[in-house]
């Protein structure tokens, strides 16, 4: 089967208490980056051997070898750097908030980001490899018109062609590496869906149903000329940082726009009343995908199998059986932080999955 599979995953995974260590000490200068990388690697190893245990046909290096899920991959182009910066809208309940980006000049990709680890996580599985990366409306959504330099790019136009033009050196050389899978990170088209976040939006002087245009644009000028043979998939949430969120509210006033994407799949959050009902999906282009985002990764509390499975029914009324497969709603730890959940219960939840995809699709 092509992916996204019946049973998959978004991604990141919970990080060990000796990687978190590890990699804290490295950041205070204790740990030299060599000792660092084979810590690194033999947490990735486990981590891939209990993910083909549970049964998942496509696995990931749970982006142990990043501290953020965007800011690694994005920082890593020329032009771009990350600050602390208050958000108009953060997540809720915590006082610490992610850090953001911003454009200080060309964005080139001067080397290759992400290619040595994909390498790695391939040639430590016999199942699908599977590569993450931050979608492009990353460098945009948060920091706005204003967080990208004007002396060099007085025209947002020139900013995209450079961003799609960087993206795809990047899945050229993944392509030729051996990735199949690639899965673009995108929280822009939920956090559209929230009506105080549009706010914030038009106050600063963006259409939010333009935005949602643009960054499917973006994608699909990053995707342009698609190596032959690499399946890609969208993942959007609606924030997700130590089981805390951003953004509340149904797909209906992103999801014409988002389902212009040219991907095979969008995995899409469904695991609370904030995300809204199925009734979006009626809107998916034929022959693509929705991945069921039902298994939140926010809570550590197990998911009844028949809850699962009469939610994939009512998803059923609006897209084909056979075009639905089922994931947790987002990553486990979409930052080195990881969500408030033990370990036993984010594998836990992965085998659910997979144990309620054989039970459906066989």
Not at 24 to 42: K, S
Not at 201 to 219: E, F, S
Request: with cysteine; charged share 30%.
């Amino acid at each position: 089967m092509k992916p996204p599979y019946r049973a998959d995953q978004v991604g990141s995974l919970l990080r060990p208490p000796g990687l978190r260590d590890a990699r804290a000490r490295a950041r205070r200068g204790e740990l030299a980056p060599e000792a660092l990388r084979e810590i690194e690697d033999r947490a990735i190893r486990d981590a891939i051997a209990k993910q083909e245990t549970v049964g998942l046909q496509a696995v990931t290096d749970g982006e142990f070898r990043r501290d953020w899920w965007h800011v690694d991959f994005l920082t890593g182009f020329e032009g771009v750097e990350a600050h602390s910066a208050p958000l108009v809208v953060g997540f809720k309940d915590t006082e610490e908030q992610p850090p953001t980006l911003r454009v200080t000049g060309k964005v080139r990709r001067p080397r290759p980001i992400f290619v040595d680890a994909f390498r790695f996580t391939q040639a430590a599985t016999a199942r699908t490899a599977k590569q993450t990366l931050p979608a492009p409306a990353m460098l945009h959504m948060r920091p706005g018109r204003a967080g990208i330099s004007r002396e060099a790019y007085p025209e947002l136009g020139e900013f995209w062609t450079d961003v799609a033009g960087a993206y795809r050196e990047e899945i050229r050389d993944l392509a030729a590496a051996g990735c199949r899978y690639l899965q673009l990170d995108d929280t822009s088209f939920a956090y559209l869906c929230d009506a105080e976040f549009r706010a914030s939006m038009v106050k600063r002087g963006d259409d939010p149903a333009t935005l949602a245009r643009d960054y499917v644009g973006a994608i699909n000028a990053v995707l342009s000329d698609r190596p032959a043979g690499l399946a890609v998939t969208m993942h959007t949430c609606r924030g997700n940082f130590k089981s805390t969120w951003v953004a509340s509210g149904g797909y209906e006033p992103v999801v014409e726009a988002m389902f212009g994407a040219d991907v095979d799949g969008f995995f899409m959050e469904f695991d609370s009343d904030r995300a809204g009902d199925f009734a979006p999906l009626r809107y998916l282009p034929l022959g693509k995908k929705v991945v069921l985002g039902l298994v939140t990764t926010k809570l550590g509390v197990l998911e009844d199998k028949d809850t699962l499975k009469r939610r994939i029914e009512a998803a059923a009324k609006y897209v084909p059986l056979e075009n639905l497969c089922l994931s947790p709603q987002c990553g486990f730890a979409s930052t080195h932080h990881g969500n408030l959940i033990s370990g036993d219960e984010q594998w836990r939840k992965l085998e659910r999955i997979v144990e309620v995809a054989r039970e459906v699709w066989g």
